[in-house]
């Protein structure tokens, strides 16, 4: 596990900052206007939509998918380009033929990466203003965004075939190869793990669970196989030292695909073991999955006196069923730190009458 360990951290930081220069590239590309850092609308929305749909845009796209399944790349590169200009094309229209010409790139098996970057930094030309603005113009055809989108679906397809291929191959390996990829690659990476064997997903959670608490972002490769051998130890493991925005969706798997003994056994010992924000999650993501039966009920009512998960504790119990809502009521009587959190999610303002002030 050392090498999974030398890569988490430098990784980690990596992959934030990978994240947030992609978050910013699927931000409306924006003009900007003297004083201001924003654009303002140059088109009427329904003006606009309509100038983008005649019949002459729609022929421009087939024309530039025509080249594209001829293979006559620098044909292509030309007649892209003059579109981008966009001499001889109303603004929506140009932005409509790049638009639908970028989204249509996903179905290529092959798609020239240079082609996909130019399009990833094209701006739109016409802008409609915000429904919520009408000051604030936004793109109609946010051609940068659909490029970064496709971009992003092709490095996660490229991964998963690479995991896929590599699935029986060093454990170790396949989980640092894991850890050195972006979001959309370890997105390809978990996928991969629906054709796994069951020897190959038991070597990934014996692998990857001592690494969790250096590398929580193994938390989804770890929790999927975790969950998919029926690991409830693993997942004990996960629910301890997983991250908490990867946590959440590998939880509520668990809540509702576990049985039901299992799962209340998970939530157990999140609850005694586990950092409060991740038995948070725990509450908050698997009681819903298994309330009905009433096996947790208990269990919840015990934790509105934890210091620090009885608020949860109380919302769950609140949102819950008739059973959950009824203990919580009861709940609400007594006069302690349990009761006072069973009373502001129940939406009181006091105790009950009768109780001690």
């Given amino acids: 596990m050392k090498r999974i360990s030398e890569v988490a951290g430098k990784r980690f930081f990596v992959r934030a900052v990978a994240s947030t220069l992609a978050l910013f590239a699927s931000f409306p590309a924006l003009a900007a206007v003297e004083g201001s850092p924003f654009t303002r609308p140059n088109w009427d929305h329904d003006l606009a939509a309509q100038t983008a749909g005649l019949a002459a845009n729609r022929h421009s796209v087939d024309d530039l998918f025509a080249l594209m399944r001829a293979g006559d790349q620098a044909a292509l590169e ?132 001592p690494g969790l608490a250096g590398a929580p972002a193994l938390t989804p490769v770890v929790g999927k196989a975790a969950l998919l051998t029926g690991d409830v130890s693993a997942l004990q493991q996960v629910a301890h030292y997983g991250a908490g925005a990867q946590l959440a ?76 809502r009824a203990a919580l009521q009861s709940a609400s009587s007594k006069d302690d730190p349990g009761g006072q959190r069973a009373r502001l999610a129940l939406g009181m303002n006091g105790p009950k009458q009768g109780t001690k002030q």
Wanted: proline share 6%.
């Fill in 78 to 209: 030309a007649r892209l380009e003059q579109v981008i200009q966009g001499a001889a094309l109303s603004q929506p229209g140009r932005d409509y033929i790049l638009f639908q010409f970028t989204m249509g790139l996903a179905e290529f098996d092959q798609v020239d990466p240079a082609l996909l970057d130019r399009l990833r930094h094209v701006n739109p030309r016409a802008m409609v203003p915000h429904p919520e603005s009408t000051a604030l113009g936004i793109p109609l055809f946010n051609i940068s965004a659909a490029a970064e989108g496709v971009y992003q679906h092709r490095l996660q397809d490229a991964a998963f075939d690479r995991a896929q291929a590599t699935l029986d191959g060093d454990t170790e390996s396949w989980l640092a190869a894991y850890l050195d990829g972006g979001p959309s690659e370890q997105a390809g990476y978990e996928s991969a793990l629906d054709r796994a064997s069951a020897a190959t997903l038991a070597a990934i959670v014996e692998r990857g669970s």
């Fill in 249 to 324: 969706p590998v939880l509520a798997a668990a809540g509702h695909t576990l049985p039901a003994i299992d799962s209340l056994a998970l939530l157990e010992y999140a609850i005694e073991h586990a950092p409060a924000s991740n038995a948070s999650l725990a509450i908050a993501q698997i009681y819903p999955h298994i309330e009905a039966l009433g096996l947790a009920l208990p269990l919840m009512v015990e934790t509105l006196a934890h210091p620090e998960l009885g608020a949860t504790a109380a919302l769950a119990l609140a949102a819950g069923n008739a059973e959950s």
